[in-house]
């Protein structure tokens, strides 16, 4: 298995020279920035875009809504999680060398990578967090899809990763975040109810102001069934005395 991408004639290869070239072009201080990025940066700004739609997800929509939210974003991190866990045997059962250990004059800008190639934990990292951003919102999903995205790239560039290694990256993190929602919402969001409920930790799912809009809803319409209730006692006591009369 460790032989795989190892031609030149490859196209995995081939793509990796051709994205990599652009950083042994490119000036010393934009090579630095997209390490920096692609090291750290962009897991960062999807940590920050999921604590920003847990924000907001506080004081829009619905309880139930708030609480799926929330339920999605808490699911998350933990499906990135097991997505790593996943990918240790991955890795050991491929055995890929990092790319530039079998191809010369590659531009490497983060040094001290010693293990394997594939799957990319950066990219898995990203994506399953990205995926579970959209669940929980679809347009700021869409945004953390697109960093999860530029995060590949950026380590194909790095040249610490071959494509192949970003897309298998891609593909783990999705099916660990989607195949294992159904059984995960299921236990997180009665569990995130509950909080929802309870005074030390309501406003971790639900802020004050869109409680007390809650609250003003549910009493408009206890006031509404109300006066329904007193619109049909009236008409049923206007029938029965006109047949008495």
Not at 203 to 232: H, I, Y
Request: proline letters at 4%; hydrophobic letters at 55%; glycine letters at 12%.
């Amino acid at each position: 298995m460790a032989g795989l991408s190892m031609d030149g004639s490859n196209p995995d290869v081939s793509l990796l020279y051709d994205i990599n070239g652009i950083a042994v072009d490119a000036p010393g201080w934009a090579d630095r920035v997209v390490g920096f990025v692609g090291e750290y940066g962009i897991l960062l700004g999807l940590v920050l875009v999921a604590l920003w739609c847990w924000w907001r997800g506080r004081g829009r929509g619905s309880a139930e809504d708030a609480v799926a939210s929330a339920a999605a974003l808490v699911w998350a991190p933990l499906a990135a999680g097991i997505a790593l866990l996943i990918n240790i045997p991955i890795r050991g059962f491929v055995e890929r060398p990092r790319p530039f250990l079998e191809h010369q004059g590659l531009e490497v800008l983060v040094q001290g990578k010693t293990d394997f190639s594939f799957v990319s934990d950066h990219a898995t990292l990203a994506m399953a967090i990205a995926v579970g951003v959209f669940m929980a919102n679809r347009r700021w999903g869409l945004f953390a899809l697109a960093l999860a995205f530029t995060e590949g790239l950026c380590r194909v560039y790095m040249g610490v990763h071959y494509p192949t290694d970003v897309v298998g990256g891609f593909a783990l993190g999705t099916a660990v975040t989607l195949l294992l929602a159904p059984l995960a919402l299921m236990l997180l969001t009665p569990a995130l109810t509950l909080l929802s409920r309870w005074g030390a930790t309501r406003s971790l799912v639900r802020s004050r102001a869109a409680r007390e809009r809650d609250a003003e809803r549910r009493a408009a319409a206890l006031a509404g069934q109300a006066r329904v209730a007193a619109q049909a006692r009236d008409r049923d006591g206007s029938g029965f005395n006109g047949l008495a009369a």
